[in-house]
């Protein structure tokens, strides 16, 4: 038996937060309580324990049911484990797991002891891994095996250099597989008393810059988005949720997702994979009520459904959301997957917006919803002149604050000092980069971006990062990342390159550049265009902005001819 030793790492940063009068005013009025999350996870799995909460896989390929008692149990052991590597309350813990069930255990038995998840993809390499664990100053890297043909001790040891030249001290590796096959280890630790305003855990940021953007949550602010979600959508003990997208993603994580089933009692049903076959064989044996789809996916499922006409009757909705859904294939869900649409248009950083069940077809079907709380502020501004708010039916920049929108992102001055004065404004509210146009229900419809960021698949990658690591190759001169429409994906990556005189032009090579570098896989350009000469832009310090609208129009041109 070990002890669980005292980590040394330092305690979490502060950050920016809601006013004391809004605080106040929000547990006022009932929508933040003291609840945390550790709280949540001893009372539901008390409250509900003999309901199944799990239908999954295991690391191992085997299925696993674990009914709420059994979760409580296995959160239990996680936190005793966790507690072995010398994970301690407060800690800072990256976890990048796929959809198996030991996910869940990690994750709430990470509440339960009071550290802090940083959620992490699976997909994440060592440049992503390496950001997270240094801002965070992380206590530990959870991973799991090689399912994947990952190898995480090399890749632990690649974030590990990484994290050490900034002068942190790098994260023990935890695999998940490994400790399954150990003993149980340590003692067991106590479920810890964790303030609601404590910070829970960090998520994601889609980027916009090359530096990751990690985003400070808190249990009364972040559960009251769960509670108000849950309700929207109507989830309770006889829920059963299919999650087929990758479990720390905002959308499926909380809106209302995962924490909004095990919040209401009912099932959460993991998918090994995101595919048609796997989702619609889950969705008839499990009699599963609800799922989440972004777009390219709900796109595939319709197409497959049309072909193998599966039984989809238990379906009562199918969320879309994550990236602008199509009018055409909106009009398809609900005749061809049974369950009604709910269109979802969200952030990590904060709002999200849902149809309702009872919305008018028209609005379910062309708008990507309202927002989830009465107390959600929603301004619609002129983007050349944010000091405007345009009249509802005019596109313009949108911008939000409100109970459960972050009014700034973590870490030290360095990372977040600037990135933190350009995505709020002063008074709080967070730029979210989409333009949409209002409509007098107060439903909004997303008309584009003004953001240098891809949507691919619902993956959201900053321009800037794939630029600067294509610069960093001697032989490129100069390089923008723009994102081309795409039938399937939404939008792909093209990457426009000048290379030096003579240079051979050699795509996959600079692909497995990107990919040697250590960048998660989504992110690798699907296409390379080389020219010889930019086109001209205007002189100034958003030329690259606006080459990068150049290029797309110029591309999106050639497409289409
Ligand atoms: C969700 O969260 P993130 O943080 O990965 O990405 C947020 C961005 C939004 O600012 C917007 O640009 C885009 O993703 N987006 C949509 C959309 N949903 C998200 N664009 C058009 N239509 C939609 N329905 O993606 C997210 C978080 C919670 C719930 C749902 C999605």
């Known amino acids: 038996m070990t002890t669980p030793t005292r980590s040394t790492r330092s305690r979490a940063l502060p950050y920016p937060r809601h006013g004391e009068a809004e605080r106040r005013r929000f547990r006022e009025l009932g929508l933040w309580t003291p609840e945390s999350f550790a709280d949540f996870v001893v009372d539901r799995t ?23 008692a059994d979760l409580g149990q296995q959160a239990a052991l996680a936190a005793r484990r966790l507690a ?29 002891m009071g550290a802090v998840p940083v959620f992490a993809l699976p997909t994440h390499r060592e440049i992503e891994l390496g950001q997270f664990c240094t801002i965070a100053d992380a206590a530990a890297l959870v991973v799991v095996g090689d399912p994947d043909g990952t190898d995480h001790r090399g890749l632990h040891k690649l974030v590990s250099d990484r994290v050490a030249e900034q002068g942190v001290e790098p994260p023990v590796l935890v695999d998940v597989e490994e400790w399954e096959r150990g003993d149980a280890g340590g003692v ?101 009520t609800v799922t989440a789809l972004v777009p390219p996916l709900a796109q595939a499922w319709i197409s497959a459904a049309r072909r193998r006409r599966p039984d989809l009757s238990s379906l009562r909705t199918v969320q879309v959301g994550g990236a602008k859904l199509n009018d055409v294939v909106a009009r398809d869900v609900e005749p061809v997957l049974h369950g009604r649409l709910q269109q979802v248009f969200g952030m990590a950083e904060g709002l999200v917006n849902y149809t309702r069940d009872d919305d008018p077809d028209e609005l379910v079907l062309t708008t990507q919803g309202r927002p989830m709380s009465a107390y959600d502020e929603v301004r619609v501004v002129d983007p050349d002149d944010p000091s405007r708010e345009v009249t509802d039916g005019q596109e313009g920049a949108l911008l939000t604050r409100g109970p459960y929108t972050i009014r700034g992102y ?48 619902g993956e959201k990658i900053a321009t800037d990062e794939i630029e600067g690591h ?62 010889d000469d930019f086109p001209a832009t205007h002189v100034g310090k958003n030329s690259r902005r606006e080459l990068r609208r150049l290029l797309t129009d110029q591309l999106a041109d050639q497409l289409t001819d």
């Open 84 to 112: 072995s590597y010398g994970v301690a309350r407060g800690d800072r813990v990256v976890v990048a797991l796929p959809n198996v069930v030991e996910y869940l255990a990690v994750v709430l038995g990470l509440f339960r």
């Open 470 to 531: 294509l610069l960093a190759r001697r032989e490129v001169l100069d390089a923008v990342a723009v994102g081309l429409p795409d039938a399937y994906l939404g939008e792909r990556i093209c990457a426009v390159v000048r290379l030096e005189p003579g240079a051979e032009r050699r795509p996959e090579e600079l692909a497995e550049a990107l990919r040697t570098a250590g960048l998660a896989t989504y992110k690798i350009p699907d296409s390379f265009v080389f020219l």
């Open 410 to 457: 973590y870490g030290g001055p360095s990372w977040t000092e600037a990135v933190n004065a350009s995505s709020f404004t002063e008074d709080g509210f967070y730029r979210t980069g989409d333009l949409v146009r209002r409509h007098p229900s107060g439903h909004l419809t997303v008309t584009g971006r003004d953001k240098d960021q891809i949507n691919r698949a």
């Open 188 to 288: 067991a630790v106590e479920v810890a008393d964790v303030a609601a305003d404590e910070l829970a855990f960090l998520q994601l940021s889609g980027g916009t810059t090359g530096i990751s953007k990690l985003i400070p949550r808190a249990a009364e602010e972040y559960l009251y988005s769960v509670r108000a979600s849950a309700e929207i959508c109507g989830l309770d003990q006889d829920t059963v949720m299919l999650v087929v997208l990758p479990a720390s993603h905002n959308f499926p994580m909380s809106s209302p997702g995962i924490l909004g089933v095990l919040h209401a009692g009912g099932t959460v049903v993991l998918a090994p994979d995101p595919s048609p076959r796997t989702g619609f064989a889950l969705i008839a044996r499990e009699h599963v």
């Open 46 to 68: 008390r409250r509900y324990a003999a309901n199944t909460a799990v239908v999954g896989r295991d690391c191992h390929g085997a299925e696993v049911r674990w009914t709420y």
